[in-house]
């Protein structure tokens, strides 16, 4: 059975990869989240997390990475954003929203790292939060934005979603939008646009 990481080794070149995996599986991330990124030296990390604490969100980074990313910024809910250190002593900044449904924010808060950042990785955990605040057309719209700036600005970007907790309608839809699938039934499989 494929791994991960030999799942992942076949989609170097992807900018927007999207990983189907359950709920359950999500402890299982570590491997490809760690291969997707270039070398940590130069990891530039741009986060949208709206199930965990930014400080807990940076330290599990810095532990997956083996050391701290050369920037990093998480955009999330005011009330996750107030679990922690105060944002001057962090090593990170915190970018909030209201809600996870405010997917307009999450666009702006991110334009201005894409921009200035030479080699942004964006991580996004998860797509199936982003679903329970906004349907579908609205995700996909934020999506289709959001993979095209990681194009223009020669960034890449891994998105989580659970497919068991949405159609297959919208999961189909989603897909359209990412370079490259990873998914996982039973085995690890890859899909990419060239397939």
Known sequence: MP??????LQIDEAVAVL?????????SDAPCKRHLL???DAVELLGVDFSTPPATWYENW??????EPANAAVITTDDLAAFGPDEQETPYSVETVGSP????????????????????????ESLTVLLQYA???????????????LAATGGTGQFYLDPLAQ???TVELLTTLFDAVVEYDEE???RTRHD
Not at 62 to 67: F, M
Not at 101 to 124: I, Q, Y
């Open 135 to 149: 349907d579908p057309p609205a995700v996909y719209r934020f999506l289709h934005v959001l993979t095209s700036r």
């Open 167 to 169: 159609d297959e309608q």
């Open 62 to 67: 810095c532990a997956l990475l083996g050391e």
């Open 101 to 124: 449904s405010n997917l307009t924010g999450v666009g702006v808060k991110s334009t201005p790292h894409l921009n200035d950042w030479e080699n942004p990785s964006v991580v996004v």
């Open 188 to 190: 690890w499989t890859v």
């Open 19 to 27: 990983i189907l995996r359950p709920q359950g599986a999500v402890s």
């Open 3 to 8: 791994s991960q990481v030999e799942a992942a």
């Open 38 to 40: 270039e070398d940590s």
